[in-house]
Antibody, heavy 121, light 108 residues
Framework: EAQLVESGGGLVKPGGSLRLSCAAS????????MAWVRQAPGKGLEWVGR??????????DYAAPVKGRFTISRDDSKNTLYLQLNRLSNEDTAVYYC????????????WGKGTTVTVSS | EVVLTQSPDTLSLSPGDRATLSCRAS???????IAWYQQKPGQPPRVLIY???NRATGIPDRFSGSGSGTDFTLTVSSLEPEDFAVYYC?????????FGQGTKLEIK
């Protein structure tokens, strides 16, 4: 059974940085496309970005609000997805979820439980 | 960028009722790339429908999806107590993926 476990969230000051991890198990991670989605407190879901499998080029795409500040990467040897968050602002406070993209369809299929990032002085 | 607008924002119904949730796209989109998610408090979203009308694994057949062009619908034929939650549509064809703002389905 596919499982995703996020970690690395916490309290950070505005302008600070954080790296989130997403440990994957139960499926073939190295051919999976992966995504990050966030949810601010009491708000809806917001797509952050995705990364293709190395087989498909390994390139990321980003949502406009995070482009240039956030970086998605992966380490297939560790079955782990990463999200580097830089130049954080209060608006980045959210639960961050990682998800697999269903092969052949690309919708977000399996989700982790999320990790909380709080940006506050 | 495609913008998805869901309606209504809140839907108040009783168990056993039929629920109809709408998702309207700002421009015509391929029906292959519309999905619906259910989210309960404190939980991650769960995919219900993909490709407009395909039920995901393990989803009861009281959930169905339909639509084309700019208008898409999620229907729950007879509400069970566990169906009261927030529902999101998603367009996932191209970067960026786009979620609707959500419809809260609450008990009347």
């Amino acid at each position: 059974e596919a499982q995703l476990v996020e970690s690395g969230g916490g309290l950070v000051k505005p302008g600070g940085s954080l790296r989130l991890s997403c440990a994957a198990s139960g499926f073939n991670f190295n051919i999976a496309w992966m995504a990050w989605v966030r949810q601010a407190p009491g708000k809806g879901l917001e797509w952050v970005g995705r990364i293709r499998s190395e087989y498909d080029g390994g390139t990321p795409d980003y949502a406009a609000p995070v482009k240039g500040r956030f970086t998605i990467s992966r380490d297939d040897s560790k079955n782990t997805l990463y999200l580097q968050l830089n130049r954080l602002s209060n608006e980045d406070t959210a639960v961050y979820y990682c998800a697999t993209l269903k092969r052949g369809w690309r919708y977000m299929d399996v989700w982790g439980k999320g990790t909380t990032v709080t940006v506050s002085s | 960028e495609v913008v998805l607008t869901q309606s209504p924002d809140t839907l108040s119904l009783s168990p056993g009722d039929r629920a109809t949730l709408s998702c309207r796209a700002s421009q015509g989109v391929s029906s292959s790339y519309i999905a619906w998610y259910q989210q309960k408090p404190g939980q991650p979203p769960r995919v219900l429908i993909y490709g407009t009308s395909n039920r995901a694994t393990g989803i009861p057949d009281r959930f169905s999806g339909s639509g084309s062009g700019t208008d898409f619908t999620l229907t729950v034929s007879s509400l069970e107590p566990e169906d009261f939650a927030v529902y999101y549509c998603l367009y996932y064809d191209n970067s960026p993926d786009t979620f609707g703002q959500g419809t809260k389905l609450e008990i009347k």
